[in-house]
């Protein structure tokens, strides 16, 4: 027996809602759990995205010191604490500017209701960007505060300050981020909005030209590898005629396998959209990569530009061309894997591994069945695999893993031996790394020893 339950819709209008039990109390627990799932989606993207930014600027920082007294003076890879302090007076201010606007009541007279839920899902990506920003302000500050300390006494104020009220801001804009997801649900029918969705998509499949591969993942993985591989030696031999130095060829080879990369998954994510017509789908999920590519290829005119000789003029036009050049794999890379081939012929990877997503979430629309969530132990697998930098905390969550996998049905292997595997090299590396200290680092200059 379901009863109804009235909860309240975006701009006052109410939604129904059929709980299993007909108790108040599940329709509490339902929410919760929606609106907790939603929240860790979104933070963990923000996180995920903004560690792996500070990641990339470390990195570029690191390698364009390579060639000792031709060390690239590059700029820090992490934001001071003023600088984080003046980005949080903006991020701030916006992060509750948006809860406001998102929990606004609609106005009746002049907004349909439709009209309210496509406005708070376009605020709704913007709030997911606040949050994106936010989580690197955070890291980035706080690695910057910690190196600073290392040297002497550890400020704490400096290290948390900052960070933590970037953290706020992450929350809050995550928290409009998934109001506005929320809201959209509720205020939507699900029957309509399925119908209308799985006629969008079988539209979008009969866009894809060729013939069905029928393996997509592995078509995906094999050509964009060799692909990659190939443009990147070509485009970083060309990059070191222009630029000789072994330090700047390196950062070439390593942010063009990343760019690439970021590349590729971003085009897996949005044509699958542009084939529905998801304009504001594919622009959302453009934006953090593209944002990540124009500072990848500035750090890396500024490695160049350092790196090479001749006239200022020179130096700046190499510069140029190499910061450009780093794009190039990238570009090159995705078209060859998207271009149709013939009607005759497979479908290139990207859109055949489209198609086969399509296809998927079709048949799922067409059984009314959603997508199944993961089992608990395979989280904590994935993310003792993400803190596998840690590894306390690691060996932890996979010990959780571990522990929760037993009696499960679901007794897949390869995750929990790749945690236990990753969490293990991690550890070893980084005990290397610790014991080997003193020769690398006279090695590389930071030290003298006596």
């Not at 108040?24 to 560690?51: D, K, M, N, P, Q």
């Not at 390593?254 to 085009?267: E, G, L, M, Q, R």
């Not at 069945?369 to 089992?375: D, F, G, I, L, N």
Request: proline share 6%; hydrophobic share 55%.
């Amino acid at each position: 027996m379901s009863t109804n339950s009235t909860v309240g819709g975006i701009g006052g209008m109410p939604s129904r809602r059929t709980t299993q039990g007909g108790t108040a109390a599940e329709a509490v627990v339902f929410a919760e759990t929606a609106y907790s799932r939603s929240l860790r989606r979104t933070t963990t993207r923000a996180i995920l995205t903004g560690g792996l930014l500070v990641g990339m600027l470390a990195i570029v920082a690191g390698l364009s010191r390579l060639g000792g007294d031709r060390a690239t003076p590059v700029s820090p890879p992490t934001i001071a604490v003023e600088q984080g302090g003046a980005a949080l007076a903006v991020l701030l201010p916006a992060s509750i500017a948006l809860q406001v606007l998102l929990r606004m009541p609609r106005d009746r007279e002049s907004t349909e209701p439709e009209d309210a839920v496509a406005q708070r899902q376009f605020w709704g990506r913007v709030a997911a960007i606040v949050a994106l920003a936010s989580a690197f302000v955070a890291l980035s500050a706080c690695a910057n505060a910690f190196v600073a300390s290392i040297p002497g006494a550890l400020d704490v104020v400096r290290l948390f300050g900052v960070p933590a009220g970037a953290t706020l801001a992450m929350l809050i804009a995550a928290d409009a981020a998934t109001l506005a997801e929320t809201q959209a649900e509720r205020l939507s029918l699900p029957s309509v909005r399925n119908e209308k969705e799985l006629d969008r998509i079988r539209t979008a499949i009969t866009r894809i030209p060729g013939r069905i591969d029928p393996h997509p993942t592995v078509s995906l993985i094999v050509q964009g590898g060799l692909a990659g591989a190939i443009v990147i030696a070509l485009c970083s031999w060309i990059a070191h005629t222009l630029v000789p130095h072994a330090g700047a060829t390196v950062v070439f080879a390593v942010f063009a396998t990343i760019v690439t990369a970021f590349a590729v998954a971003t085009a897996v994510q949005v044509i699958p959209a542009a084939l529905q017509a998801r304009v504001l789908d594919a622009v959302t999920v453009l934006l953090p990569p593209a944002l990540i590519a124009v500072v990848v290829v500035l750090e890396g005119a500024t490695v160049s530009m350092s790196a090479s000789t001749g006239s200022d003029l020179a130096r700046y036009f190499a510069g140029v061309v190499y910061g450009l050049l780093i794009a190039v794999p990238a570009v090159v890379t995705v078209a060859l894997l998207t271009l149709p081939r013939g009607p005759k012929r497979v479908s290139p990877p990207v859109l055949a591994y489209a198609r086969a997503g399509l296809c998927a979430r079709a048949e799922r629309l067409a059984q009314s069945t959603p997508k199944a969530e993961p089992e608990p132990w395979r989280i904590f697998a994935t993310a003792s695999i993400v803190m596998s930098i840690v590894p306390p905390v690691a060996v932890v969550l996979a010990l959780i893993a571990t522990w929760q996998r037993r009696g499960r049905e679901d007794t897949g292997r390869a995750l929990i031996t790749g945690a236990w595997t990753t969490i293990m090299v991690a550890a070893l590396l980084e005990v290397a790394l610790l014991v080997l200290l003193p020769f690398y680092g006279a090695a590389l200059g930071w030290f003298t020893l006596r």
